[in-house]
């Protein structure tokens, strides 16, 4: 399977009841004035209708459910850096 096709498949199939998670967690951050990062900003690229299962040098961002592989590290790395995920840490 090609990279591009996983990538989306992965975006296609994200578990609904993950974004109504997200959004109850977010919610109680809000109101309780604590930082909250969703992971899905830095894995997942809303514009592009893709979130990365496969690196762009073909490694798998998953091994099982939750868990990130090594060799995906410096790529996820890079994008939370690019997009500037921890920033909201920094306010």
């Given at each position: 399977?090609?990279?591009?096709?996983?990538?989306?498949?992965h975006f296609?199939?994200?578990?609904?009841?993950?974004?109504?998670?997200?959004?109850?967690?977010?919610?109680?951050?809000?109101?309780?004035?604590?930082?909250?990062?969703?992971?899905?900003?830095?894995?997942?690229?809303?514009?592009?209708?893709?979130?990365?299962?496969?690196?762009?040098?073909?490694?798998?961002?998953?091994?099982?459910?939750?868990?990130?592989?090594?060799?995906?590290?410096?790529?996820?790395?890079?994008?939370?850096?690019?997009?500037?995920?921890?920033?909201?840490?920094?306010?």
């Amino acid at each position: 399977m090609r990279k591009a096709a996983a990538n989306r498949i992965h975006f296609e199939n994200i578990d609904p009841t993950v974004a109504e998670a997200n959004q109850f967690i977010a919610n109680v951050a809000t109101k309780t004035g604590a930082v909250y990062l969703a992971k899905e900003r830095f894995v997942c690229m809303q514009e592009q209708a893709i979130c990365h299962a496969i690196t762009p040098d073909g490694d798998a961002v998953y091994p099982d459910i939750g868990h990130y592989t090594v060799e995906s590290a410096g790529f996820l790395g890079r994008i939370v850096a690019e997009t500037g995920w921890l920033d909201p840490l920094y306010k």
